[in-house]
């Protein structure tokens, strides 16, 4: 599958936030999108959703136009910058309504095994994160996208994700955006930069650098 967003415009209050935008991401890849606090990443993930309604947009799946929103017409999944599961929630009943397996959950990472009957409340913000990350992964989907994954986990949990990433990849598109940079670029096959309302495809790293992202010298 290949999923396309094209001549985007999104205003707030008289404010031009994107102008331009085109974006293509496919089945077997990770897209990545960079840019600078407040240039407009989560906006960008919300337009593609469904859940922002900008001036003007374009969806193409497979060339062609999408004219619902993306979440009613694929089966995709959405990971928001904050959380988005109810803190009464039990952990359990989270995986069965994503349908992901406890099990095969708590074999990978043991120090969950004991919160199986715990509320999502009861979880650290980090674990908390995690959680909603592996199942946002792991539940069926088409398209998967995430905003921020790596915000506020350990190490240790962000290579955990970043192999999650790389396996599911097979089978869905993923886009995801982070200020992590280095393990973003790690994982894209195809990466974009958003900056003064654009998107620019990077071909070379040190784009990142002439285009004000990442200071000079920042790569060697
Ligand atoms: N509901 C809103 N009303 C008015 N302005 C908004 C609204 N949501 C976002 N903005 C503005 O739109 C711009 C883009 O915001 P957005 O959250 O998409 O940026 P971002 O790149 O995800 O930022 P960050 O990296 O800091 O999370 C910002 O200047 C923000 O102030």
Redesign the pocket.
Known sequence: MIFELDNVELY??N?R?LNGIYLKAETGEVTGVL??????????L?IAFGNLKPKYKLIRIDSKPLLKPLYKAISTKYLP?YDSVPKNFKLKSLFELFEVNWTTFTDQFEDYYPYQNYKFGQLSDGQRRFIEIYIVLKSNSDIVLL??PFNGISPLMIEGVKHIISDEKLNKIIIL?D?RYEDVIDITDTLYL?NNGTTKLIKELNELEDYGYLSVGSLS
């Open positions: 707030f209050k404010k936030i840019g600078r606090n407040g240039c407009g990443k989560t906006s960008l919300d910058q905003d921020e955006t200020h958003l």
